[in-house]
């Protein structure tokens, strides 16, 4: 995948190589890199130690046999070039960075993945789609070179023109090629403000439609939300330099409390009926055109909007907390993000986003998958509605994340459809318009079974991804990516021995473990008060059930309640007193026992 703007234009490996050996500091930053990974063990692989955080949905468990090797000193942009339109930048760069250092010249990263704490390599390594990616494609069409370390600790940098097989494969590889130590990033011109346009439509086939009709098109930021099959929000942005009091308000998505992204789109959708006399004509036709219900409009800074969604982390801190009743309103979201939001690191220490749980140690990343879904599909535009529909029936996750992305060519074997996926769907053939569907929720589907319902969906798919867990066999992942050659890169690079393989990192499936459904009251498992609680609920029925037969009891007896109470204790009284004659009896007949009377 590529787009204009991406790997097959901008400065190269020359421009990349000269920009980092003119810095300062670059140069022993990654000298340091190499000599760790020259005194790598035989037989151990290779992984990074990072400052950052790690956000992937997969496990991670293989890095503590590993030889670490630390790449958090790599994390200065080196330059920002306005006439050419593109920044060189370290691996460990977080996109938050690269925002504040290309805006000081009026730029901006052509994509930019949600959260300010992704980085330049991490985003190379597990790929990155976001709202201008129907123009630009995804975030490895934007970097233009690479500079990456291999196995012997041999310094390449590569491009298109230079190594068009190790520059397509690194992209979504988890480094498991080499490690990526800086890269060229593609800029675009940027404005103060971007203006919002919240469409929404009461028919998932409508919504679907107008998707179809906006890519490519004008608007420079597109993504939607599916809330049902009846309820949609398609969201329209272009930068623009000022708020027109016209149109709509200035909103600021990172104020504490207030209503996060999503619940936010449904609001302001809902301000402007269709028919009605409305601000702004150039709404009212768009909304016309493209058949929507309602609309609004608000104005967003540029960085509040490129950041829009971190808050409430997208969308999963309401699904994770399940209570919509508390996060509806304000002083619940206040709540809920004082104790996580914006880190993910508490996150997962509070809600368990990877799975582990600090009140319940046997609560495990495959306890849940079996209730939350964290997974990215593609689907090629005609086919979103099909999508749609069958998550909703088999998985039933809402909201669904919508972002279109344009294949501009074939490139590496992550990165493109397969030939056999492209001989039965020629319409994905580039150029062409696929949606990424972000499904991050829990599945409340009744018959939701995760590895039979995910395997089916990735099967269903138009084009494989690593997005998220693979729950692809060995053989079927095998089969869904063209990996000739991945496979020989890894061979005469020496990462076969140096790296992990990328089936350590995220294919899943294990056909050995049985399949289980949706756990019950899953909240309560992960914290570890399932147990406790079902041994007071059995506690309380007993005692319930006791209290029945008492009154039942006490409503034939002469005495009443009170002398049912006084017969059970006439009877438990006599009860002991059989049981101490016994005891009695037993002891005054063993040789040398004493009586009770004596002692």
Same mark, same amino acid.
């Given at each position: 995948?590529?787009?204009?703007?991406?790997?097959?234009?901008?400065?190269?490996?020359?421009? #990349?190589?000269?920009? &980092?050996?003119?810095?300062?500091h670059h140069g022993s930053k990654l000298a340091a890199v190499v000599r760790r990974v020259r005194t790598r063990p035989a037989g151990v692989k290779i992984s990074m130690r990072k400052a950052t955080k790690s956000h992937t949905p997969h496990g991670k468990d293989f890095k503590r046999s590993c030889h670490l090797v630390d790449v958090g000193p790599l994390d200065s942009v080196v330059s920002i070039d306005p006439d050419r339109l593109v920044a060189v930048c370290?691996?460990?760069?977080?996109?938050?960075?690269?925002?504040?250092?290309?805006?000081?010249?009026?730029?901006? !990263?052509?994509v930019i993945p949600e959260i300010h704490d992704f980085t330049v390599a991490g985003l190379i390594n597990g790929l990155g789609i976001e709202t201008s990616s129907h123009r630009y494609g995804g975030f490895f069409d934007t970097v233009t070179a690479m500079e990456v370390v291999l196995a012997s600790g041999e310094v390449r940098h590569v491009d298109l023109a230079s190594d068009k097989d190790l520059f397509d494969s690194l992209f979504g590889s988890y480094g498991t090629l080499g490690i990526v130590t800086a890269a060229t990033v593609g800029l675009i011109p940027g404005k103060p403000l971007v203006r919002t346009r919240y469409l929404r439509f009461d028919s998932l086939h409508a919504y679907c439609e107008a998707m179809k009709a906006v %890519?490519? +098109?004008?608007? &420079?930021?597109?993504?939607?939300?599916?809330? @049902?099959?009846?309820?949609?929000v398609l969201m329209l942005g272009d930068f623009v330099d000022e708020v027109d009091p016209s149109e709509g308000e200035l909103w600021d998505p990172t104020v504490r409390g207030k209503e996060w992204i999503h619940q936010h789109a449904r609001t302001v959708s809902s301000q402007l009926k269709a028919g009605a006399v409305?601000? +702004?004509?150039?709404?009212?036709?768009?909304?016309?055109?493209? +058949?929507?219900?309602s609309a609004g409009t608000d104005f967003m800074?540029?960085?509040?909007y490129f950041f829009r969604s971190e808050r409430s982390w997208l969308w999963t801190l309401e699904a994770f907390v399940g209570f919509k009743e508390l996060t509806d309103t304000e002083w619940g979201r206040k709540m809920v993000e004082d104790r996580a939001a914006g880190d993910y690191a508490k996150m997962d220490a509070v809600f368990?986003?990877?799975?582990?749980?600090?009140?319940? !140690?046997?609560?495990?990343?495959?306890?849940?998958?079996?209730?939350? %879904?964290?997974?990215?599909?593609?689907?090629?535009? @005609?086919?979103?509605?099909?999508?749609?529909?069958?998550?909703?029936?088999?998985? +039933?996750?809402?909201?669904?994340?919508?972002? !279109?992305?344009?294949v501009e060519r074939r490139a590496g074997p992550f990165t493109s459809v397969p030939a056999a996926k492209l001989a039965l769907n020629s319409f994905l053939e580039p150029p062409a318009y696929v949606v990424d569907m972000g499904i991050y929720g829990e599945a409340t589907a009744p018959d939701f079974r995760v590895r039979r319902d995910m395997r089916k969906l990735q099967a269903l798919m138009d084009a494989p991804t690593t997005f998220g867990n693979v729950y692809l066999s060995p053989e079927e992942f095998e089969s869904a990516f063209d990996l000739t050659v991945y496979r020989r890169l890894r061979r005469e690079l020496g990462a076969e021995d140096a790296f992990p393989?990328?089936?350590?990192?995220?294919?899943?499936?294990?056909?050995?473990? !049985?399949? #289980?459904?949706?756990?019950? &009251?899953?909240?309560?498992?992960?914290?570890?008060?399932?147990?406790? &609680?079902?041994?007071a609920a059995a506690a309380t029925a007993v005692a319930a059930v006791a209290g029945?037969?008492?009154?039942?009891?006490?409503?034939?007896?002469?005495?009443? %309640?009170?002398?049912?109470?006084?017969?059970?204790?006439?009877?438990?009284?006599?009860?002991?007193?059989?049981?101490?004659?016994?005891? @009695?009896?037993v002891a005054a007949e063993a040789p040398g026992a004493e009586s009770p009377s004596s002692s």
């Open positions: 995948m590529a787009a204009a703007h991406g790997s097959t234009h901008g400065p190269g490996a020359g421009y #990349l190589r000269a920009a &980092l050996e003119a810095d300062a370290e691996g460990r760069v977080t996109i938050e960075q690269l925002v504040d250092a290309a805006a000081k010249h009026g730029l901006v !990263p052509a %890519v490519g +098109g004008s608007h &420079l930021f597109i993504e939607g939300f599916v809330f @049902s099959l009846t309820d949609a409305v601000r +702004g004509d150039s709404l009212a036709g768009e909304m016309a055109a493209l +058949g929507a219900c800074g540029t960085k509040h368990g986003f990877a799975g582990g749980s600090a009140n319940n !140690p046997s609560w495990s990343s495959d306890d849940l998958e079996r209730v939350f %879904v964290q997974q990215d599909t593609i689907w090629h535009v @005609s086919n979103l509605e099909k999508g749609c529909r069958w998550v909703a029936e088999h998985i +039933g996750v809402w909201p669904l994340w919508h972002c !279109p992305c344009r393989s990328i089936e350590t990192k995220v294919v899943v499936y294990d056909a050995s473990k !049985p399949e #289980l459904g949706r756990i019950p &009251l899953w909240r309560l498992e992960r914290e570890g008060l399932l147990v406790p &609680l079902k041994r029945i037969a008492l009154l039942v009891a006490g409503s034939r007896h002469d005495g009443g %309640v009170t002398g049912v109470l006084r017969d059970c204790a006439d009877g438990l009284r006599a009860a002991a007193g059989s049981v101490w004659a016994a005891v @009695s009896g």
